[in-house]
């Protein structure tokens, strides 16, 4: 596996740089393959406008070698107006070969002087007076087409040579740049993977030091490879295995330590909670068995019973602390939830002049929770923020809905004199309360209600005084597309 994950870090960029000189390769062939095409296109272009030009230079000048003879035979007429249809065709051809202004310029300076030259010769002009025309308006275009056209095909083998000459150079860039980059990349690579067996080296060699000083160092020889490597660190995870099931094994240990810790302080706290109301209640059963009427009063009747409800609730607490929880998670509207909890606790806040709001989503908020156990947790804050706030008082119930899918908060506000400073850092911790009669395991029952749906909580004060407590649980997962 290590072999393998080696091979593609390595192979991938030598892939990267060979892909890139191809891509240059490819490319520098076909630009230069067709900035010959189009030269070789311009060269026959040229040359075929050059051949057009010379031949009908050719034409006029024995058109001009007809007129300049003196006495021509009446017979030889044809032969002049063969020659002057042969320049038209001629001209025809070179004016559709001519693809550049200068051409063009010359082929119309052509065309105008042929046309003066029919004009004075339908006007019966002298011979002497055509031979002129021939030669000034028309010959010395014809002239000066050829040599532009001579021109362009010098200029077309000069870029040609100089497309031959950049394509050798090309051609040895590439080459001796594909060698020196295969060398570098060569150099570097080796230099990597030299570096990275190096630092795997020492850092199985630290670990097995600190797994398990028998193992005894891990080294790559020089004549070693990856394979080997890769066997040296099997024998290490293997180590790394067993290492880690005893640390698994150890914080089981660790973790039932601590709960019999937590037990044997729970049993003091029972012991120290049920003691003062057995006091009670004991002083009221010795004060009527020394007495001689036939039984207890109405007074102490109700003394022992409120003692007996107050044990009963304390051993409910600690019952709750004591029990792991155990959620039965359905799909519910968590609206509905703080709902129920407000109308379990409004007479409390009636009873204590206590205004109880709230602000929730006007859609429901579906989750997978235990509604009882969420229930119970709002409860146990609401009473708390009860217990907090004076006479006209407010508490707040607010459910916050994420913006981008990540936990659903709750949030209890109340307006009193806030958090305590000696417990503000410890609020959730068992037995830690700021109430004169609390039993400080409200909070933490809370605590672990919470986080075992997934969510978190804490506590805070409010930026406008008093206390928030805020707890999240987890939105349901998106559908699959």
Same mark, same amino acid.
């Given at each position: ?86 320049? #038209? ?69 000069? #870029? ?6 950049? %394509?050798?150079?090309?051609? %040895? ?26 630092? *795997? ?131 519910? #509207? ?25 602000? *929730? ?16 947790? %709002? ?103």
């Amino acid at each position: 596996m290590l072999t393998q994950r080696l091979d593609l870090k390595l192979l991938f960029p030598i892939l990267v740089v060979c892909l890139i000189l191809v891509g240059a390769c490819l490319f520098g062939a076909l630009y230069l393959s067709r900035l010959h095409v189009n030269v070789a296109r311009d060269m026959r272009e040229n040359f075929q406008s050059t051949q057009a030009a010379i031949v009908l230079e050719t034409t006029i000048r024995q058109m001009i070698d007809f007129l300049d003879r003196e006495h021509p035979p009446t017979s030889s007429g044809k032969r002049l107006e063969h020659l002057e249809a042969d320049a #038209d065709s001629e001209l025809e051809a070179a004016s559709g070969l001519a693809d550049h202004e200068s051409e063009k310029e010359w082929v119309l300076r052509i065309r105008a002087g042929l046309e003066k030259y029919q004009a004075r010769k339908a006007a019966q002009g002298g011979v002497a007076e055509l031979a002129d025309t021939l030669r000034g308006q028309v010959l010395e275009p014809c002239v000066e087409l050829r040599k532009y056209n001579l021109d362009q095909i010098a200029q077309s083998d000069s #870029d040609n040579q100089r497309i031959v000459e950049t %394509l050798r150079w090309g051609m %040895l860039i590439v080459g001796v740049g594909g060698s020196l980059s295969g060398l570098f990349m060569g150099y570097v690579v080796a230099r990597r993977l030299s570096h990275t067996i190096s630092q *795997l080296s020492v850092r199985i060699r630290d670990a097995a030091g600190r797994l398990n000083r028998d193992l005894g160092s891990v080294t790559v020889q020089k004549e070693g490879d990856l394979a080997d490597l890769d066997r040296q660190m099997g024998h290490v995870l293997e180590e790394i295995s067993r290492t880690v099931d005893q640390l698994q094994q150890r914080e089981h240990e660790v973790l039932r330590t601590e709960q019999l810790a937590a037990v044997g302080q729970l049993a003091a706290g029972v012991a120290h909670e049920l003691r003062n109301p057995l006091t009670s209640i004991k002083m009221l059963v010795q004060t009527g068995l020394e007495d001689d009427s036939s039984g207890l009063p109405l007074e102490d009747l109700t003394v022992v019973e409120q003692e007996v409800r107050r044990m009963e609730e304390y051993i409910r607490t600690f019952l709750d602390f004591a029990r792991p929880p155990r959620s039965e998670r359905r799909r519910t #509207d968590l609206n509905a939830v703080v709902r129920r909890a407000l109308t379990l606790t409004e007479g409390r806040a009636r009873r204590q002049q206590v205004a109880l709001t709230q602000a *929730l989503p006007v859609e429901p908020v579906l989750l997978d929770i235990d509604p009882e156990q969420v229930q119970q947790v %709002l409860v146990n804050l609401l009473l708390n923020a009860f217990d907090a706030v004076p006479p006209g008082g407010t508490v707040t119930v607010a459910v916050e809905l994420p913006g981008d899918g990540g936990p659903v908060a709750v949030s209890v506000r109340d307006n009193g004199p806030g958090i305590a400073p000696g417990v503000r850092g410890r609020l959730f911790q068992p037995f830690v309360t700021g109430k004169a009669d609390g039993v400080g395991l409200g909070l933490s029952i809370c605590k672990r209600l919470v986080e075992a749906h997934g969510g978190t909580i804490d506590a805070a004060d409010a930026p406008d005084g008093g206390t928030v407590v805020r707890f999240t649980l987890p939105a349901l997962e998106p559908l699959a597309a």
